[in-house]
């Protein structure tokens, strides 16, 4: 199969974490949601056990109460954090921009849980080595699923980031969810139109400088 590998590699490279673009008042449809996920569930998973689900929340009560434990998880560190950033640097556009979603999460038309059967706790190393070891397989069999759920979104002229902090009050979002204690959620994406199409590749050092061959500390390029 020949694919096009510019439009492959813009798709890869302006794929951003989109919070003051998202379109507060577009709807978007379930069809879309789901014709996204169908494409992130190719992702794959350890030992192919396809443990991903998906939580899908429209009702505005239930984005409410979401929104309100993610600002109870992050919202007021957020803001100050804003506040005491250089004006006009790159963290205090990233922690403004972090700060406004906060203020704003009920508003967005979908907000997406991703699950995955299993618990991170030590009652279910089993055979695992330690925390690590279960912690890698259990994340990455649904972070993959995460991202190509994204850049199916942006493809589709939709956007969304990856946001963590409600996951403070997780037990908490799982009762108001009905989430079976077997799962774990492992974020939330807010999903929604975006104001435009026109991202662009964001600066990021050569790989070369990050990049060790053999030993750390050993930079590919020197070798």
Known sequence: MDFDVSQTDALLSTTRAVRKRLDLDRDVPNEVVLECLQLAVQAPTGSNQQGWRWMVVRDQEQKRALADLYRRGGGDYLDQAAESTEPGSTMHRVLDSASYLAQNLEKVPVLVIPLIIGRLDASSLGGANNLTTLAAGLLGSIVPAMWSFQLALRSRGLGSCYTTMHLQFEDEAAELLGIPPHLTQA?????????????????????????????????????
């Not at 929604?192 to 991202?199: L, N």
């Not at 662009?200 to 790989?207: F, L, S």
């Open 187 to 223: 974020g939330l994406l807010p999903v929604a139109y975006t104001k435009g199409t026109d991202f662009k590749p964001a600066q990021r050092p050569p790989v070369s400088t990050i990049t060790y061959l053999d030993r750390y500390k050993n930079p590919i390029d020197d070798a």
